[in-house]
């Protein structure tokens, strides 16, 4: 098979379809090759909540948030944590260029392309509590309207447009197996023609070969995603000196496609894959009670209130909170041994507090549906939560704490709680609610949230006692942990050429997206949120650019 192109661009994500609508803006042609097929046009960012990184944005300012590019990037560097002299050599430049990105035109680039936000803006990773440690100073996690999948439609829709003026030709159900290098320069690819597969978007598709491709361009773009849909993957490179031992059971936040082949291609062809222990897995997972792909989990995104419990019962310490520090949470749940924790919340927590992660659980915003949307005041009449807590088997509701132990033993008889262990922490936290002032500092972190306006009208319940009949029933929730993003993989220079383990560029091949670690590794070891769609983008523009500039 022989196609026209000037860059083949491998996997059709977001990071693939920005690069493509550059490259298509300067008149070049594209050819994209994907293993799965019309349905999964837009890849992971289809499912994402849709969150932005912004720094010293308009919403920001009009929520009377003061925020920097200094201040942003002191947040990035803390929470990245660079320590290997190589492989981070470019990720600490990506991370620099991203902050100033996040603080520049990210938002106008985003507005010129018909992308609107809310005026709300969230506070997520708020850290370990101090100032120069991991976090986000001030709230940064800005809502798209219309979630993940109008990210995507926003580079779909002009891409699909440059295809009917013949710039893009798409070869579904095509899996790239090599690189074709010749001279040192990467030139094509090769691989496998699939069977056509009809499945809905995310279900897994068969992996039937029916014939074999090779097509040949001036450049080749890998924007495959990472390794988060392949667990064989994930527990191979656990990085159990700083985590603990792999938790036996995964949930996974990403589809099967997710496979990480094309980190492994990329490396055996001569490119340089760095980082790979490094990803952003989340301890807050439930199981999907209607999944789509394989141990398929969604993630609570909770306030700061929910009484946090390890699988033995203990509190979490200081400053393991819910909406904190995701990273750190991870490693002492894994790191003791266990795969679960709990949260223990009251009906009012729950009503206030209790967000599922993705555009499939947030019909408001992905709908744009302002009617839906008011109904976030009282999340346990959203649709989604209402079904996970009819359906899902990580649920307990009951009326007192005694029965709720009860039923928590019931879903893990392997792991069974003391009820007075639970009863003394529960206890000893209602009361430090008794006064404004307190030693809990939990309860001061809950404080400091409903400063922020927004945070208190909408997201986060006024401190009250868990066993407050007044507030109940009492909900436990049983948290596993979320296989989800892939924080390192190929490495590049600041124009998304791919680097040689020398440090040489590799001539004629790019990367961008997760793939690239979302530009160089740019997160490091820990995310600020609403960095990956952003990251995405970031790096896929770049490498358009680059590769328009530079192509013959």
């Not at 001036?218 to 603990?244: C, E, K």
């Not at 999340?379 to 009819?390: E, H, I, W, Y």
């Not at 006024?462 to 948290?479: E, K, Q, T, V, Y």
């Amino acid at each position: 098979m022989s196609e026209v192109a000037d860059v083949i661009v491998v996997g059709a994500g977001l990071a693939g379809l920005v690069a493509t609508l550059e490259l298509t803006r300067a008149g070049r042609r594209v050819l994209i090759i994907e293993q799965e097929n019309e349905a999964n046009l837009g890849g992971q960012a289809f499912w994402a909540e849709g969150g932005l990184f912004l720094v010293n944005s308009p919403e920001q300012r009009c929520a009377g948030i003061k925020d920097s590019q200094e201040l942003a990037l002191s947040d990035w560097l803390a929470s990245a944590e660079f320590d290997r002299d190589d492989e981070d050599r470019w990720a600490r430049r990506w991370a620099e260029a991203y902050v100033s990105f996040a603080a520049g035109d990210k938002r106008s680039y985003l507005y010129r392309l018909g992308l609107r936000l809310l005026p709300v803006v969230g506070w997520t990773e708020r850290g370990r509590g101090t100032a120069t440690g991991h976090g986000n100073s001030v709230p940064r996690f800005h809502y798209t309207w219309g979630a993940g999948p109008e990210v995507v439609r926003t580079f779909r829709d002009p891409v699909l447009a440059a295809a009917d003026r013949g710039l893009v030709t798409f070869r579904y159900r095509h899996r790239v197996d090599g690189l074709v290098v010749e001279g040192g320069t990467a030139i094509g690819v090769r691989g496998a023609v699939l069977a056509p597969s009809h499945e809905p978007r995310g279900l897994p598709s068969s992996r039937e070969e029916v014939g074999e491709f090779e097509v040949r361009a001036q450049a080749v773009l890998v924007t495959s995603g990472g390794m988060g849909g392949n667990p064989d993957l994930v527990r191979a490179h656990w990085p159990t000196g700083r985590l603990g031992p792999v938790p036996a059971s995964l949930l996974t936040g990403v589809p099967a496609h997710v496979d990480g082949r094309m980190l492994r291609i990329t490396e055996e062809a001569g490119g340089s894959v760095v980082n790979l222990d490094r990803m952003w897995n989340y301890p807050e997972g439930l199981k999907n009670w209607a999944p789509v792909w394989p141990g398929h989990g969604v993630r609570v995104i909770s306030g700061p209130s929910p009484l946090w419990l390890d699988a033995t019962g203990r509190r979490l310490p200081p400053p393991l909170f819910p909406s904190h520090t995701a990273r750190d949470t991870l490693r002492h749940i894994t790191r003791h041994g266990h795969d679960h924790s709990w949260f223990i919340m009251t009906q009012t927590i729950l009503d206030r507090e209790f967000a599922l992660s993705g555009s499939d659980q947030n019909p408001d915003l992905t709908g744009k549906n302002p009617l839906l949307l008011f109904l976030r005041l009282k999340k346990s009449t959203m649709g989604p939560v209402r079904a996970f807590l009819d359906h899902g088997e990580d649920l307990v509701i009951r009326p007192t704490l005694s029965a709720l132990v009860e039923g928590m033993n019931a879903l893990t008889p392997e792991a069974p709680l003391e009820y007075a262990r639970v009863e003394r922490e529960a206890v000893a936290r209602d009361r430090q609610v008794a006064n404004d002032y307190r030693k809990d500092m939990q309860l001061t972190s809950v404080r400091n949230a409903r400063a922020y306006l927004p945070e208190r009208l909408l997201r986060i319940a006024a401190p009250h006692r868990l066993l407050d009949p007044a507030h109940g029933p009492l909900i436990a929730a049983r948290l596993r942990v979320l296989v989800r993003k892939t924080l390192g993989g190929v490495q590049t220079n600041l124009d998304s050429q791919v680097l040689r383990p020398d440090g040489a560029a590799f001539d004629g091949l790019y990367a961008a997206g997760e793939a690239a670690g979302f530009g160089g590794g740019v997160h490091g070891y820990n995310a600020l949120e609403g960095g990956f769609l952003g990251g995405c983008v970031f790096s896929g523009r770049t490498a358009g650019r680059a590769l328009a500039r530079d192509l013959a």
